[in-house]
């Protein structure tokens, strides 16, 4: 009898045991592909082509020039029979900007001699004349500065005067005749600090006549 018993609860828990493992697997949901869900290969084509779309390569750019403007600025003002080409602006700005750099070291010595080197001769002749001297000196606000000549010029009124000046930008008066100068925080204001002349192909500063 205890035997009958034994087989039929064995029975009766395979059942149970069966039935509810039945049941789960038919009531696991399925996961079924979604629609937001993409291979990643094809998001990385996707967004390539996106992007290449608004891309404009580099090989199909025109590239500007940095000094473009102040090469049209710098020649704006040359007659028709005259012009300068970009290599010329661009070899003449370099050895203008050389001559001021060399003349800053000759102005904090007070190497009168070696300042001339760079002037004009004109310029030279012009403030070596006591009677142009006599009129520089009536011209600065300082009544008490005595000039007595070119070199007092040079350590009395050059240096104080242009000093530390900078040439940013070049304008041609003419394809000899340059002035050097920058412009104010404006940037409308060209603030000119030297002139310059060429002779015999070589660039030299001119001083204005005092008028």
């Given at each position: 009898m205890k035997r009958i018993l034994f087989f039929i609860l064995i029975s009766v828990?395979?059942?149970?045991?069966?039935?509810?493992?039945?049941?789960?697997?038919?009531?696991?949901?399925?996961?079924?592909?979604?629609?937001?869900?993409?291979?990643?290969?094809?998001?990385?084509?996707?967004?390539?082509?996106?992007?290449?779309?608004?891309?404009?390569?580099?090989?199909?750019?025109?590239?500007?020039?940095?000094?473009?403007?102040?090469?049209?600025?710098?020649?704006?003002?040359?007659?028709?029979?005259?012009?300068?080409?970009?290599?010329?602006?661009?070899?003449?700005?370099?050895?203008?900007?050389?001559?001021?750099?060399?003349?800053?070291?000759?102005?904090?010595?007070?190497?009168?001699?070696?300042?001339?080197?760079?002037?004009?001769?004109?310029?030279?002749?012009?403030?070596?004349?006591?009677?142009?001297?006599?009129?520089?000196?009536?011209?600065?606000?300082?009544?008490?500065?005595?000039?007595?000549?070119?070199?007092?010029?040079?350590?009395?009124?050059?240096?104080?005067?242009?000093?530390?000046?900078?040439?940013?930008?070049?304008?041609?008066?003419?394809?000899?005749?340059?002035?050097?100068?920058?412009?104010?925080?404006?940037?409308?204001?060209?603030?000119?600090?030297?002139?310059?002349?060429?002779?015999?192909?070589?660039?030299?500063?001119?001083i204005p006549p005092v008028e």
């Amino acid at each position: 009898m205890k035997r009958i018993l034994f087989f039929i609860l064995i029975s009766v828990s395979l059942l149970v045991f069966y039935s509810c493992a039945s049941n789960s697997s038919e009531e696991k949901p399925q996961v079924e592909a979604s629609d937001d869900i993409t291979d990643v290969d094809e998001v990385v084509d996707t967004e390539v082509s996106s992007v290449e779309d608004d891309v404009v390569f580099l090989d199909d750019v025109q590239e500007v020039p940095d000094n473009e403007d102040e090469y049209l600025r710098s020649t704006n003002e040359l007659s028709a029979e005259e012009s300068v080409s970009k290599q010329e602006f661009e070899e003449d700005k370099a050895e203008i900007l050389r001559i001021i750099a060399e003349l800053e070291k000759i102005m904090k010595k007070g190497d009168f001699e070696g300042w001339k080197k760079y002037i004009a001769p004109d310029s030279i002749n012009y403030y070596s004349s006591p009677a142009n001297i006599r009129k520089v000196q009536k011209k600065l606000p300082d009544k008490t500065t005595q000039l007595h000549g070119i070199k007092d010029y040079f350590t009395k009124v050059f240096i104080k005067i242009r000093q530390g000046s900078s040439v940013e930008e070049i304008r041609y008066i003419s394809k000899n005749n340059i002035r050097g100068g920058y412009y104010k925080a404006d940037k409308t204001t060209f603030v000119i600090t030297y002139y310059f002349v060429k002779i015999d192909g070589k660039w030299y500063v001119h001083i204005p006549p005092v008028e």
